[in-house]
T-cell receptor
Framework: SQQGEEDPQALSIQEGENATMNCSYK?????LQWYRQNSGRGLVHLIL?????REKHSGRLRVTLDTSKKSSSLLITASRAADTASYFC???????????FGSGTQLTVLP | EAQVTQNPRYLITVTGKKLTVTCSQN?????MSWYRQDPGLGLRQIYY???????DKGDVPEGYKVSRKEKRNFPLILESPSPNQTSLYFC?????????????FGAGSRLTVL
């Protein structure tokens, strides 16, 4: 079952602008993660935020989590053409340590 | 280099011809999983394994089999492939980091069933 749903499905911005992607989910979670996928390649883990955290930073990435609204956002600041990729949120909500992925946001950063 | 290796990377086959996609990790991870990725559907879990000889169904297990005889290997078996199994397949493994399941993915195997 699909837990996370990203919004928007596609986003196109100019280099140097900030990119914001949102993720909504349905059930309570242990943590939420964001992954990046370059076209046709494997996913790469970017950042994890636990259910008792509200905000986390890693380099140009900022993730927020609002458990009352069951939503998270990923902000990429000062975007670069190399940030062009698909971004997926994944929720960890079970004792079996399964991750459930959303359908992703395709980000295009124009030079 | 720590990695998850899948083979083959690309495969075209015909309906009904059994095939195996191999997956191997060199990180001593206990947890391994298979996902398929289809346009507009994101990643859906096929099977996962918490440890050697322990496997469980994910969200879309029909038409697939797996085995976990050794810690490092987790092959995906399609006994009788059908065209609806045409997809991009990913193997992933993880080492629990303070209880969190952070996945390392393979590069993917693109399968076409004619």
């Amino acid at each position: 079952s699909q837990q996370g749903e990203e919004d928007p499905q596609a986003l196109s911005i100019q280099e140097g602008e900030n990119a914001t992607m949102n993720c909504s989910y349905k059930t309570s979670i242990n943590n939420l993660q964001w992954y990046r996928q370059n076209s046709g390649r494997g996913l790469v883990h970017l950042i994890l935020i636990r259910s008792n955290e509200r905000e986390k930073h890693s380099g140009r990435l900022r993730v927020t989590l609002d458990t009352s609204k069951k939503s998270s956002s990923l902000l990429i600041t000062a975007s670069r053409a190399a940030d062009t990729a698909s971004y997926f949120c994944a929720t960890d909500s079970g004792s079996a340590r399964q991750l459930t992925f959303g359908s992703g946001t395709q980000l295009t950063v124009l030079p | 280099e720590a990695q998850v290796t899948q083979n083959p990377r690309y495969l075209i086959t015909v309906t009904g011809k059994k095939l195996t996609v191999t997956c191997s990790q060199n990180m001593n991870h206990e947890y391994m999983s298979w996902y398929r990725q289809d346009p507009g559907l994101g990643l859906r879990q096929i099977y996962y394994s918490m440890n050697v000889e322990v496997t469980d169904k994910g969200d879309v297990p029909e038409g697939y089999k797996v085995s976990r005889k050794e810690k490092r290997n987790f092959p995906l078996i399609l006994e009788s492939p059908s065209p609806n199994q045409t997809s991009l397949y990913f193997c992933a493994s993880s080492l629990s980091l303070a209880g969190a399941n952070v996945l390392t993915f393979g590069a993917g195997s693109r399968l076409t069933v004619l």
